[in-house]
């Protein structure tokens, strides 16, 4: 029977380093990728300041006029940087479902201090180093941010090696296949919700996310997970952690053996408080390398098994998803 509910899982032990430490936390990672695709994550190591300085700085920034913000609006739809306002994205529309939008805004970056070479500039890296734009006027905005995307980075990596162990791998696998990586950093503010929302409106409709892992850090509840038996629970608000699920890529890397779990953040409850409360989170996307090719990892597959999906490269993975989004007439997300 698996587990239907998102486990707490202590990293201090990985940590920490010893073989024994190491085996039991990989071990519980892998049970809850296998069994929800949730986990909750303390002992991660990032420092409490750090997370108070971006979000500081976001509520600085969200509080700013639309026109303001509107200075730096997403160049275009394959360019997931900069602010996209409320109702310009629907997390559920990646699930061809047509749904109203969802009621949140974003401000996004990508990586930082890019060199100019032909990797990261040439025509294969696509829309994936594509400058990052700033906000004026908020002191902190910027050293923020590009300081949580590295940290996060580094987190990161440790859940790649993590992963790797539960996976029956060298621990270092995914190290070069990340060294690269194209991930993104979104900071998401949900607006108070005075009026009612349309049917089916909600925070963030129901989705999957794309990459390797997402990194979440919530400033209060609303995050459900739909699992196994079908129900939709919520993800357990532990203060000082953060939430980890992992996302369509390392779905089709394990062959489906880790599940990429359907989420959504619901609506805040019709009292008065809950409704004027706003809501911010901020999430680490990670994908890897543009040109790491996902293919079947050999622990995932049975003998005499094939594996489900050809291989792909991460870049093609994550330009497919764009595309579906695109088709639908959506914006493209998570
Ligand atoms: O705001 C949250 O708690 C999660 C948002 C989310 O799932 C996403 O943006 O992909
Ligand atoms: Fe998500």
Redesign the pocket.
Known sequence: MPALNVPVIDLQPYFAGTPEGKAAVARAVGDACRDIGFLVITSHQIPAVLVERVAKASQQFFALPLAEKRKVDRPRIDAVRGFSAVGEEG?SYSLEAVAPPDLKESFSIGPSNVPDDEYHRGEAAGPHFEPNSWPEGIPDFRAAYTEYFDAMSGLARSLMRIFALALALPEKFFDDKIDEHISML?V?SYPPQREAPLPGQMR?GA?S?YGSL?I?L?DGP??QVFNKAGQWVDVPMVPGSFVVNIADLMMQWTNDTWVSTL?R?ANPPLDDAARNTRRQ?L?FFHQPNYDAMVECLPSCLAPGEKPRYAPISSGDHLKSKFVKQTTLGGTA??
């Open positions: 997390l979104r998401l963030a989705h996310d997402t979440v919530p609303g995050l989420h953040v989170s999430v997300t998570a």
